[in-house]
């Protein structure tokens, strides 16, 4: 009893309080983003992605990360100049402090020379790598080979973006059809039902056909309301997908306009062409080639170890003069010169070193092949889906017009005593199933023609000029 008040008010009060609704907390309020303004076209999704979907952004910082290390890669070839300065104070007593002998002093003798226990440097100088077997012009090639595989791997996130924006929009288009051929199929069975209830009025017809159209009418609106809620889903992930963010004040359904139809054109491509274009487009296979030749640079790499290195350098240095203790004596001047090196045996890390850059090249290989294979295998079956969704669509827009003509004579036999009202209702489910079969097929069509301009390495300009001309 102590406990079933609290309970009991806690209940009514949630009860009372709307789960769901448009109207947001006091406060919360703010302006509406521009692109809930106005209706969007496919256009216009495409740029709000491009410019804010979160793998973009973070592809685009993964460019700026390839381009610092291109940056590095390439420094060994470009001249160092480099400061230097030193300053040391030892204890007296670890000084040494030395005279001339008297028989090789001159007349009048040398005085002791005390250097003192503080000594400086400083200099500056210019150091330019000469040769380190053959680093320095890989380095150059793996500069400029991360620079392109970067590029690559972003040309293949704008790609992904692009197409499931493609999908997301499609699909949103497709539960808003959804909804209009539900609401027709609701209008309909309401007529049905009111005219069943004028002739059981009338004494023309039994109180079963009056149930009958009650019963159809009531599975149609769960139908109607699924299809409410596929709408709002659909838009919510084009939301997502567009990288916008849903103001607060917005609870239940977004209020996302479109501006744009199912229907899409037809596209005429041979699987041999189409398999030609996705292995001389598609960024990822691009990708994977940069990356089989940077393996192969890698080689080359591994391979200096074993090599002599030259390297020239000049600059102008000053230090405390080694005979005065004085801070303030100082030798200073310019110097020129080379240092060589060469690493006779470095207990077989060179040997080690080429061996996995080695087996890493030819892995790369098998890499691409592999994904070749898997990009063929991918164009051809975006092909047939293609082509299946075109038939499929074809021979929809048949059966709708005959689904039509159905039910106008099955209410026209109703009308006149020679139909019963079970070919009415007959007739108005197969043709809400033909509408929404007919907008399905078109939905497909539109989505098998992106997946397969996706597979075949679309949003390259020249392919989009290839593409558009037959649009």
């Known amino acids: 009893m102590r406990t079933a008040l609290p309970i009991a008010l806690l209940v009514s009060s949630l009860a009372s309080t709307p789960l769901v609704g448009n109207q947001a907390p006091p406060g919360t ?41 291109s940056v590095q890669t390439r ?117 049905e039902l009111q005219d069943s209830r004028r002739r059981f009025d009338a004494g023309t017809v039994p109180q079963f056909n009056v149930l009958r159209a009650e019963v159809e009418l009531a599975n149609a609106h769960p139908r109607l309301s699924r299809a409410k809620n596929a709408y709002r889903l659909a838009k919510n992930l084009l939301v997502h997908r567009l990288g916008a963010t ?55 790499q591994a391979r200096a170890g074993s090599l002599p290195r030259l390297e020239g350098y000049a600059g102008y240095g000053a230090r405390k003069s080694m005979f005065s203790p004085d801070l303030a004596d100082e030798v200073h001047g310019w110097e020129i010169g080379v240092l060589a090196s060469w690493n006779l045996f470095d207990g077989s890390l060179t040997r080690g070193k080429v061996i996995e850059a080695r087996a890493q090249f030819e892995r790369a290989q098998i890499d691409t092949e592999d994904v070749a294979r898997t990009i063929q295998l991918e164009v051809r079956s975006a092909c047939s889906t293609l082509v299946e969704a075109w038939e499929v669509l074809e021979a929809q827009a048949k059966v709708l017009e005959q689904a039509r003509e159905a039910l106008r004579l099955a209410r026209a036999r109703s009308e006149v005593g020679t139909g019963t009202q079970l070919d009415v209702l007959s007739a108005q489910t197969a043709l809400t199933e033909a509408n929404t079969t007919r907008n399905r097929a078109k939905r497909d069509y539109a989505v098998a023609r992106a997946r397969l301009e996706r597979a075949i390495g679309a949003y390259v300009p020249e392919l989009e000029t290839k593409l558009a001309a037959q649009d």
């Open 29 to 69: 309020e703010t302006n509406p983003p521009p692109w809930m303004a106005r209706p969007l076209s496919l256009a216009d999704c495409l740029n709000l992605a491009l410019q804010d979907n979160a793998q973009v952004l973070k592809a685009r910082q993964d460019l700026q990360v390839s381009h610092g290390l």
């Open 246 to 300: 849903v103001p607060p004040d917005v609870w239940e359904d977004i209020p996302l306009r479109l501006d744009g139809t199912l229907e899409t054109p037809q596209l005429t491509l041979d699987v041999p062409e189409a398999v030609r274009l996705a292995l001389a487009r598609r960024p990822e296979l691009v990708a994977l080639r940069k990356s089989e030749t940077l393996r192969r640079e890698d080689v080359v």
């Open 75 to 191: 420094a060994i070839a470009i001249p160092k100049l480099r400061a230097t300065g030193a300053y040391s104070l030892v204890e007296d007593a670890s000084v040494d402090r030395w005279t001339i002998t008297p028989s090789a002093a001159p007349p009048g003798g040398f005085p002791l020379i005390d250097p003192g226990d503080q000594t400086w440097s400083a200099g500056i100088r210019l150091v330019q790598s000469i040769y380190e077997g053959g680093r320095m012009a890989s380095s150059i090639r793996i500069a400029r080979l991360l620079r392109e595989q970067a590029l690559a791997q972003f040309h293949a996130v704008l790609a992904d973006t692009a197409a499931e924006v493609r999908v997301a929009f499609c699909d949103v288009l497709l539960a808003e059809q959804q909804i209009v051929v539900n609401e027709e199929s609701v209008a309909l069975l309401q007529k």
